[in-house]
Protein backbone atom coordinates (compact mmCIF):
# COMPACT_ATOMS: atom_id res chain seq x y z
CA UNK A 1 0.00 0.00 0.00
CA UNK A 2 1.07 3.40 -1.13
CA UNK A 3 -0.23 6.70 0.83
CA UNK A 4 0.78 10.18 -0.92
CA UNK A 5 0.06 13.25 1.22
CA UNK A 6 -1.05 16.16 -0.77
CA UNK A 7 -2.57 19.96 -0.24
CA UNK A 8 0.64 21.31 1.30
CA UNK A 9 1.56 24.92 0.48
CA UNK A 10 2.12 28.68 1.50
CA UNK A 11 -0.82 30.02 4.24
CA UNK A 12 -0.99 33.39 5.85
CA UNK A 13 -1.84 33.14 9.86
CA UNK A 14 -5.02 32.39 10.46
CA UNK A 15 -5.99 30.70 7.27
CA UNK A 16 -6.99 27.51 6.41
CA UNK A 17 -5.89 24.47 4.61
CA UNK A 18 -6.80 20.77 3.95
CA UNK A 19 -4.60 17.91 3.08
CA UNK A 20 -4.66 15.15 1.64
CA UNK A 21 -3.88 11.50 1.94
CA UNK A 22 -4.49 9.39 -1.13
CA UNK A 23 -3.77 5.40 -0.60
CA UNK A 24 -3.44 2.99 -3.74
CA UNK A 25 -5.86 0.45 -2.38
CA UNK A 26 -8.95 0.56 -0.25
CA UNK A 27 -8.74 1.67 2.90
CA UNK A 28 -11.68 0.62 4.41
CA UNK A 29 -9.81 -2.15 6.63
CA UNK A 30 -7.24 0.10 8.18
CA UNK A 31 -7.88 0.79 11.43
CA UNK A 32 -5.64 3.61 11.96
CA UNK A 33 -5.18 6.70 10.55
CA UNK A 34 -2.71 9.37 11.50
CA UNK A 35 -1.37 12.58 10.65
CA UNK A 36 2.32 14.00 12.10
CA UNK A 37 4.14 16.89 11.77
CA UNK A 38 7.88 17.51 11.75
CA UNK A 39 8.67 20.85 12.28
CA UNK A 40 12.04 22.57 11.18
CA UNK A 41 14.61 20.82 13.73
CA UNK A 42 12.17 19.45 15.76
CA UNK A 43 11.29 15.53 15.99
CA UNK A 44 8.28 15.07 14.34
CA UNK A 45 5.16 14.61 16.70
CA UNK A 46 1.42 13.14 16.46
CA UNK A 47 -1.41 15.45 15.43
CA UNK A 48 -4.77 13.66 15.01
CA UNK A 49 -6.05 9.86 14.74
CA UNK A 50 -8.60 7.86 13.32
CA UNK A 51 -8.87 4.91 15.70
CA UNK A 52 -11.15 2.04 15.68
CA UNK A 53 -13.66 4.70 13.93
CA UNK A 54 -13.13 7.12 16.82
CA UNK A 55 -11.23 10.48 16.35
CA UNK A 56 -8.78 11.53 18.73
CA UNK A 57 -6.88 14.70 19.12
CA UNK A 58 -3.16 13.99 20.77
CA UNK A 59 -1.33 17.42 20.69
CA UNK A 60 -3.10 20.53 22.59
CA UNK A 61 -1.55 22.44 20.37
CA UNK A 62 -4.22 21.75 17.66
CA UNK A 63 -6.86 20.58 19.32
CA UNK A 64 -10.56 22.84 18.16
CA UNK A 65 -8.16 24.25 14.80
CA UNK A 66 -7.38 20.47 13.01
CA UNK A 67 -9.57 17.68 12.21
CA UNK A 68 -9.01 14.82 10.47
CA UNK A 69 -11.77 12.92 8.59
CA UNK A 70 -11.89 10.06 5.40
CA UNK A 71 -14.07 9.09 2.50
CA UNK A 72 -13.64 5.11 2.17
CA UNK A 73 -14.80 5.21 -1.36
CA UNK A 74 -11.92 7.82 -2.69
CA UNK A 75 -9.32 6.07 -0.40
CA UNK A 76 -8.26 9.38 0.82
CA UNK A 77 -8.02 10.89 4.24
CA UNK A 78 -8.03 14.44 5.42
CA UNK A 79 -6.63 16.86 7.46
CA UNK A 80 -8.86 20.25 7.56
CA UNK A 81 -6.71 22.70 8.99
CA UNK A 82 -8.15 25.76 10.71
CA UNK A 83 -6.55 29.28 12.24
CA UNK A 84 -3.28 28.10 11.12
CA UNK A 85 -0.34 29.25 12.93
CA UNK A 86 3.35 30.06 11.81
CA UNK A 87 4.33 27.34 14.46
CA UNK A 88 1.84 25.22 12.21
CA UNK A 89 4.67 25.01 9.89
CA UNK A 90 6.58 21.98 8.87
CA UNK A 91 6.01 18.75 7.04
CA UNK A 92 3.07 16.73 7.19
CA UNK A 93 2.93 12.95 6.72
CA UNK A 94 -0.17 10.48 7.10
CA UNK A 95 -0.07 7.50 8.08
CA UNK A 96 -1.82 4.48 8.01
CA UNK A 97 -1.78 0.96 9.48
CA UNK A 98 -3.79 -1.92 8.50
CA UNK A 99 -3.02 -5.47 9.86
CA UNK A 100 -0.20 -4.30 12.07
CA UNK A 101 1.81 -2.76 9.36
CA UNK A 102 2.49 0.56 9.34
CA UNK A 103 2.34 2.72 5.83
CA UNK A 104 3.92 6.19 5.54
CA UNK A 105 3.32 8.91 2.96
CA UNK A 106 6.20 10.68 1.94
CA UNK A 107 4.70 13.70 3.51
CA UNK A 108 3.48 17.69 1.71
CA UNK A 109 5.57 20.76 3.31
CA UNK A 110 3.03 23.38 5.05
CA UNK A 111 4.22 26.87 5.51
CA UNK A 112 2.22 29.13 8.00
CA UNK A 113 3.60 33.61 6.95
CA UNK A 114 2.81 36.01 9.88
Known amino acids: VQLQASGGGVVQAGGSLTLSCSAS????????FEWHRQAPGRERELLVGIVNNQNRTYLDSVKGRFTISRDIPKNVVYLRMNELKPEDTGVYYCKGVRHRLSYWGPGTLVTVSS
Open 25 to 32: QSIWDFNV
